[in-house]
Protein backbone atom coordinates (compact mmCIF):
# COMPACT_ATOMS: atom_id res chain seq x y z
CA UNK A 1 0.00 0.00 0.00
CA UNK A 2 1.14 3.60 -0.52
CA UNK A 3 2.08 6.30 1.45
CA UNK A 4 -0.31 8.02 -0.51
CA UNK A 5 -3.19 5.29 0.21
CA UNK A 6 -1.95 4.89 3.56
CA UNK A 7 -2.44 9.11 4.41
CA UNK A 8 -6.24 8.93 2.96
CA UNK A 9 -7.09 5.92 5.27
CA UNK A 10 -5.74 7.86 8.11
CA UNK A 11 -7.83 11.08 6.50
CA UNK A 12 -11.11 8.88 6.08
CA UNK A 13 -11.06 7.60 9.38
CA UNK A 14 -10.41 10.54 11.21
CA UNK A 15 -13.42 12.47 8.92
CA UNK A 16 -15.66 9.59 10.19
CA UNK A 17 -14.67 10.30 14.16
CA UNK A 18 -15.57 13.84 13.20
CA UNK A 19 -19.12 12.79 11.31
CA UNK A 20 -19.65 10.87 14.74
CA UNK A 21 -18.71 13.55 17.02
CA UNK A 22 -21.42 15.34 15.11
CA UNK A 23 -23.64 13.27 15.04
CA UNK A 24 -23.87 12.78 18.78
CA UNK A 25 -24.06 16.67 19.27
CA UNK A 26 -27.19 16.46 16.85
CA UNK A 27 -28.90 14.22 19.19
CA UNK A 28 -27.85 15.95 22.29
CA UNK A 29 -29.43 19.56 20.27
CA UNK A 30 -32.23 17.91 19.22
CA UNK A 31 -33.19 16.11 22.63
CA UNK A 32 -32.57 20.10 23.92
CA UNK A 33 -34.19 21.39 21.64
CA UNK A 34 -37.34 19.82 22.33
CA UNK A 35 -37.54 20.37 25.98
CA UNK A 36 -36.44 23.89 24.95
CA UNK A 37 -40.04 23.85 22.67
CA UNK A 38 -41.69 22.09 25.79
CA UNK A 39 -41.09 25.08 27.69
CA UNK A 40 -42.07 27.86 25.18
CA UNK A 41 -45.83 25.98 25.02
CA UNK A 42 -46.13 25.82 28.59
CA UNK A 43 -44.81 29.55 28.29
CA UNK A 44 -47.73 30.36 26.01
CA UNK A 45 -50.17 28.22 27.53
CA UNK A 46 -49.90 30.05 30.72
CA UNK A 47 -49.24 33.59 29.39
CA UNK A 48 -52.90 32.87 27.15
CA UNK A 49 -54.40 31.52 30.99
CA UNK A 50 -53.37 34.98 32.69
CA UNK A 51 -54.17 37.64 29.34
CA UNK A 52 -50.90 38.26 28.69
CA UNK A 53 -49.35 38.74 24.95
CA UNK A 54 -48.31 35.43 23.79
CA UNK A 55 -45.40 37.16 21.39
CA UNK A 56 -43.32 39.63 22.93
CA UNK A 57 -40.52 40.92 20.81
CA UNK A 58 -38.22 42.72 22.99
CA UNK A 59 -38.04 38.96 25.39
CA UNK A 60 -37.37 37.76 21.75
CA UNK A 61 -34.52 40.11 21.44
CA UNK A 62 -33.23 39.15 25.09
CA UNK A 63 -33.15 35.72 24.36
CA UNK A 64 -31.25 36.22 21.11
CA UNK A 65 -29.00 38.71 22.72
CA UNK A 66 -28.19 36.33 25.31
CA UNK A 67 -27.47 34.05 23.07
CA UNK A 68 -25.13 36.14 20.90
CA UNK A 69 -23.24 36.76 23.91
CA UNK A 70 -21.84 33.36 24.90
CA UNK A 71 -20.29 32.67 20.83
CA UNK A 72 -16.76 32.85 20.82
CA UNK A 73 -16.86 34.34 17.28
CA UNK A 74 -19.15 36.69 15.68
CA UNK A 75 -18.77 35.06 12.31
CA UNK A 76 -20.99 32.76 14.14
CA UNK A 77 -23.54 35.22 15.19
CA UNK A 78 -26.05 34.76 11.89
CA UNK A 79 -26.08 30.95 12.42
CA UNK A 80 -27.76 31.19 15.62
CA UNK A 81 -29.70 34.31 14.59
CA UNK A 82 -31.51 31.77 12.24
CA UNK A 83 -31.79 28.82 14.47
CA UNK A 84 -33.38 31.64 17.47
CA UNK A 85 -35.34 33.13 14.79
CA UNK A 86 -38.19 30.54 14.18
Known sequence: MS???LSNTGHWRELEEWRKKIDEI???LSALLCERLQCARNISTLKARIGEQVLQPEREKEVLSNVVS???S???IPALEKIYHC
Do not use: M
Open 3 to 5: EST
Open 26 to 28: DRQ
Open 70 to 72: QTD
Open 74 to 76: VEK
